[in-house]
């Protein structure tokens, strides 16, 4: 969902969400793709977008064979998530040629000199992997780790020998990827893989922004503005957190059923009557906890309009570097609201999603509710429509 950057000003430095019609590379001669000799670069198929803006295609790109510390994974099921839409739409700086794809779930295939991953294990990607050594990771904000700058990496390239860039390091919409072994989690077998997949992005933010960032308590009442993924795994977790009153917002009355059964207690239109409808159902208070999964000034604004004096805003939508939110001095002072960001829930990947996975084998943890649907990967390109048009929760591309 949401990246590091700690840089953010130079890592988002394309971003032009006002961005016109996108620039197609032209196709340069490279060598052919010719026999692929054990142990050597692979040609797979995966999700390019070759511009901002262009038509998304499945092409066979060429990946390098894993290097010392790297592994390559098979993969089973990638969800579609809104920040690929943002890489593709220009609200987030991406470089071109690119992969799309970075919540998803496979298997180790091949493994580099110095790995510990037997070949076999089943794994959940991890795009903020920790470096362990800098700042942040010694803090344990692991999530803040200073390795993690750019929302995209070069590596591997076209067919047609154009370098390619992978989504947040990771372009897991594809048959395979090679990334480092610290972006693997290993799960156990046996999971349902269009489920294990939204682990590592979708439920692992929510989950994280309720219970590592927020801290809801039982009790405790909640807003969640923007029903996609995210924010339907933010209801979930609130509910599990013992939220007693959680509010589902949406400009789509079609998210209302999606809402309910993902655990909110009641949903709401979001229009001018928003504000007044949140004081009914908090004894005029508004809620303990507003979360914000939209990522725009505008809801943000929103967000902080539903909060109780002293309640805490949770912004986990990831928005564009020039859209702008104003708050009053006076509002920030009398109000003693809290106003903070969640990245990647705030949680350590290599620590939380294997309780996670332990919960999904056992029962306890239920992302039905999550999947929309599964696709094949040629039909993923449909899957960002829904969501440019905000259908449904998370359409999940499975390739076995
Ligand atoms: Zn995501
Ligand atoms: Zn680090």
Same mark, same amino acid.
């Given at each position: 969902?949401?990246?590091?950057?700690?840089?953010?000003?130079?890592?988002?430095?394309?971003?032009?969400?006002?961005?016109?019609?996108?620039?197609?590379?032209?196709?340069?001669?490279?060598?052919?793709?010719?026999?692929?000799?054990?142990?050597?670069?692979?040609?797979?198929?995966?999700?390019?977008?070759?511009?901002?803006?262009?038509?998304?295609?499945?092409?066979?790109?060429?990946?390098?064979?894993?290097?010392?510390?790297?592994?390559?994974?098979?993969?089973?099921?990638?969800?579609?998530?809104?920040?690929?839409?943002?890489?593709?739409?220009?609200?987030?700086?991406?470089?071109?040629? $690119?992969? #799309? =794809?970075?919540? &998803?779930?496979? /298997? @180790?295939?091949?493994?580099? +000199?110095?790995?510990?991953? !037997?070949? %076999?294990?089943?794994?959940?990607?991890?795009?903020?992997?920790?470096?362990?050594?800098?700042?942040?990771?010694?803090?344990?904000?692991?999530?803040?780790?200073?390795?993690?700058?750019?929302?995209?990496?070069?590596?591997?390239?076209?067919?047609?020998?154009?370098?390619?860039?992978?989504? $947040?390091? #990771? =372009?897991?919409? &594809?048959?395979? /990827? @090679?990334?480092?072994?610290? +972006?693997?989690?290993?799960? !156990?077998? %046996?999971?349902?893989?269009?489920?294990?997949?939204?682990?590592?992005?979708?439920?692992?933010?929510?989950?994280?922004?309720?219970?590592?960032?927020?801290?809801?308590?039982?009790?405790?009442?909640?807003?969640?503005?923007?029903?996609?993924?995210?924010?339907?795994?933010?209801?979930?977790?609130?509910?599990?957190?013992?939220?007693?009153?959680?509010?589902?917002?949406?400009?789509?009355?079609?998210?209302?059923?999606?809402?309910?059964?993902?655990?909110?207690?009641?949903?709401?239109?979001?229009?001018?009557?928003?504000?007044?409808?949140?004081?009914?159902?908090?004894?005029?208070?508004?809620?303990?906890?507003?979360?914000?999964?939209?990522?725009?000034?505008?809801?943000?604004?929103?967000?902080?309009?539903?909060?109780?004096?002293?309640?805490?805003?949770?912004?986990?939508?990831?928005?564009?570097?020039?859209?702008?939110?104003?708050?009053?001095?006076?509002?920030?002072?009398?109000?003693?609201?809290?106003?903070?960001?969640?990245?990647?829930?705030?949680?350590?990947?290599?620590?939380?999603?294997?309780?996670?996975?332990?919960?999904?084998?056992?029962?306890?943890?239920?992302?039905?509710?999550?999947?929309?649907?599964?696709?094949?990967?040629?039909?993923?390109?449909?899957?960002?429509?829904?969501?440019?048009?905000?259908?449904?929760?998370?359409?999940?591309?499975?390739?076995?």
């Amino acid at each position: 969902m949401s990246r590091a950057e700690p840089t953010g000003d130079a890592a988002m430095s394309g971003a032009e969400p006002t961005g016109g019609p996108g620039v197609v590379a032209q196709p340069a001669a490279g060598p052919a793709v010719g026999a692929e000799p054990a142990g050597g670069p692979v040609t797979v198929r995966a999700l390019v977008a070759r511009g901002r803006g262009a038509e998304l295609r499945v092409e066979r790109v060429r990946l390098p064979a894993p290097g010392p510390g790297e592994v390559r994974v098979t993969i089973r099921a990638a969800g579609v998530c809104h920040s690929d839409l943002s890489m593709v739409n220009g609200t987030l700086a991406a470089t071109f040629p $690119l992969v #799309l =794809g970075h919540e &998803a779930t496979g /298997v @180790v295939a091949e493994a580099g +000199a110095g790995t510990r991953l !037997p070949i %076999g294990t089943p794994v959940v990607l991890n795009w903020a992997p920790a470096c362990r050594a800098c700042w942040w990771c010694r803090h344990d904000e692991p999530w803040l780790c200073a390795a993690n700058t750019t929302p995209t990496v070069a590596r591997g390239e076209t067919e047609d020998g154009i370098p390619l860039h992978l989504t $947040l390091g #990771l =372009g897991a919409l &594809a048959e395979a /990827v @090679v990334v480092p072994e610290s +972006a693997v989690v290993p799960i !156990p077998a %046996g999971l349902p893989a269009e489920q294990a997949a939204l682990l590592g992005c979708a439920v692992l933010t929510g989950v994280g922004a309720v219970g590592n960032t927020a801290r809801v308590a039982p009790g405790e009442s909640v807003a969640v503005i923007g029903l996609g993924g995210v924010g339907l795994a933010v209801l979930a977790a609130a509910r599990r957190a013992g939220a007693t009153t959680i509010l589902a917002v949406d400009v789509a009355e079609a998210k209302r059923e999606l809402a309910l059964a993902a655990g909110a207690t009641d949903f709401l239109l979001s229009d001018d009557r928003l504000s007044k409808e949140v004081r009914a159902r908090t004894e005029g208070r508004g809620v303990d906890h507003a979360f914000e999964c939209v990522g725009r000034a505008a809801t943000i604004r929103a967000a902080w309009r539903l909060t109780r004096r002293g309640g805490a805003v949770t912004v986990v939508g990831m928005g564009a570097k020039d859209d702008m939110v104003s708050l009053g001095a006076l509002d920030i002072f009398h109000s003693a609201r809290t106003l903070r960001s969640s990245v990647y829930g705030s949680s350590d990947p290599d620590r939380e999603v294997p309780v996670l996975a332990t919960e999904l084998a056992d029962g306890t943890l239920d992302l039905r509710v999550l999947v929309s649907g599964t696709i094949g990967l040629d039909e993923a390109a449909t899957a960002f429509d829904r969501l440019a048009r905000g259908e449904g929760a998370r359409w999940v591309v499975t390739l076995d």
